[in-house]
Nanobody, 129 residues
């Protein structure tokens, strides 16, 4: 089955940058929608960013717009999350996700529907003030 392997987490001071990577393996075809989610201590998991792998259309949660960039490298089966201007409130475990529901009629990824989503193991990001 599909496996997602994340890397790139760590500890940085406020204002710093990190780049998360996620490599997919175990399946020949790619998902329409992939993305990054995060879960802070005591909080529910929330979407950070999604990408429609067919055309590259991206979408971001409001708290990270202008600071984070999601991208893909199909040749490497890789998904990335470049995180700049990090804030302490970005501290969380970050999860790579595949097979996010794609609404064909609306032409967009629907991250609220998590049934059937494949998850990576998570990577910790800690931002100190």
């Amino acid at each position: 089955g599909l496996q997602l392997t994340e890397s790139g987490g760590g500890s940085v001071p406020s204002g710093g940058s990190l780049r998360l990577s996620c490599v997919s393996s175990g399946r020949l075809y790619s998902s329409f929608c992939m993305g990054w989610f995060r879960q802070a201590p005591g909080k529910e998991r929330e979407v950070v960013a999604t990408i429609f792998t067919g055309g590259g259309t991206t979408d971001y949660a409001d708290p990270v717009k202008g600071r984070f960039t999601i991208s893909q490298d199909k040749a490497k089966n890789a998904l990335y999350l470049q995180m700049n201007s990090l804030k302490p409130e970005d501290t969380a475990v970050y999860y790579c996700a595949s097979d996010i529901f794609y609404n064909i009629d609306e032409g967009r990824c629907v991250p609220d529907k998590t049934e059937g989503v494949y998850w990576g193991q998570g990577t910790q990001v800690t931002v100190s003030s």
